[in-house]
């Protein structure tokens, strides 16, 4: 099984999740692809962490949802890595910029998990967005750390080997691509699409309702 990963660690390891900034988490995640929703996005690929700009107001789009009650999950195909073209530990970096710059522009903007896929399309990931890999692990792994950040609790299952999934219907997916659509249908959430230049912020008023 080709896994997702997590920057800097074991896709298992301990997670602690950043506190939510107004209530008790309601079991909402809003799985979020990365360009093209949060930060600008590139036909060459976002590669350095100077090329790392945000798109307008995403961060209070951000900040928005986690203020509404969701856990926040980023979930980015991430081919360079596997391609050969750069390092799971420059993505780290990348990262790292891009959540300093929104927790800049929100306070409340962070990011509870980020998950990637470092494969390339000829693999066949199941991590690999139009896949569902991603947000399946997504879930998982933040239902555990709400819980138990040590994880030990933690028996990750993907596919038809997962069998008791929750509701996700409180859930969203947002992405700029077929292949984000693709994944939430296949994972069973509601898939929103945005436009690539205007990312999520185009978007938040139909997932909260306009009352944020
Ligand atoms: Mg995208």
């Given at each position: 099984m080709l896994i997702?990963?997590?920057?800097?660690?074991?896709?298992?390891?301990?997670?602690?999740?950043?506190?939510?900034?107004?209530?008790?988490?309601?079991?909402?995640?809003?799985?979020?692809?990365?360009?093209?929703?949060?930060?600008?996005?590139?036909?060459?690929?976002?590669?350095?962490?100077?090329?790392?700009?945000?798109?307008?107001?995403?961060?209070?789009?951000?900040?928005d949802l986690r203020r509404a009650?969701?856990?926040?999950?980023?979930?980015?195909?991430?081919?360079?890595?596997?391609?050969?073209?750069?390092?799971?530990?420059?993505?780290?970096?990348?990262?790292?910029?891009?959540?300093?710059?929104?927790?800049?522009?929100?306070?409340?903007?962070?990011?509870?998990?980020?998950?990637?896929?470092?494969?390339?399309?000829?693999?066949?990931?199941?991590?690999?967005?139009?896949?569902?890999?991603?947000?399946?692990?997504?879930?998982?792994?933040?239902?555990?750390?709400?819980?138990?950040?040590?994880?030990?609790?933690?028996?990750?299952?993907?596919?038809?080997?997962?069998?008791?999934?929750?509701?996700?219907?409180?859930?969203?997916?947002?992405?700029?691509?077929?292949?984000?659509?693709?994944?939430?249908?296949?994972?069973?959430?509601?898939?929103?699409?945005?436009?690539?230049?205007?990312?999520?912020?185009?978007?938040?008023?139909?997932?909260?309702?306009?009352?944020?």
């Amino acid at each position: 099984m080709l896994i997702p990963h997590r920057d800097d660690v074991e896709l298992t390891s301990p997670l602690q999740l950043p506190q939510l900034p107004n209530e008790a988490w309601n079991g909402s995640i809003a799985y979020l692809d990365r360009d093209g929703v949060i930060i600008a996005g590139s036909e060459n690929y976002v590669n350095t962490v100077d090329e790392v700009v945000l798109l307008p107001d995403s961060a209070k789009s951000v900040g928005d949802l986690r203020r509404a009650g969701y856990r926040i999950c980023v979930v980015t195909n991430q081919s360079p890595i596997n391609r050969g073209l750069w390092s799971s530990s420059n993505l780290s970096m990348i990262h790292d910029r891009m959540g300093q710059l929104l927790l800049q522009n929100d306070g409340d903007a962070h990011l509870d998990l980020i998950l990637h896929s470092p494969y390339a399309p000829w693999e066949g990931a199941w991590a690999r967005k139009p896949f569902p890999g991603m947000l399946e692990a997504g879930r998982q792994l933040i239902d555990v750390a709400s819980s138990d950040p040590s994880m030990r609790e933690l028996d990750l299952k993907f596919g038809d080997d997962w069998t008791d999934r929750p509701d996700e219907s409180a859930s969203v997916m947002v992405g700029d691509r077929g292949v984000d659509m693709s994944a939430a249908t296949r994972f069973g959430v509601v898939g929103i699409l945005c436009d690539s230049d205007t990312g999520i912020s185009g978007v938040i008023d139909s997932i909260l309702g306009g009352s944020h």
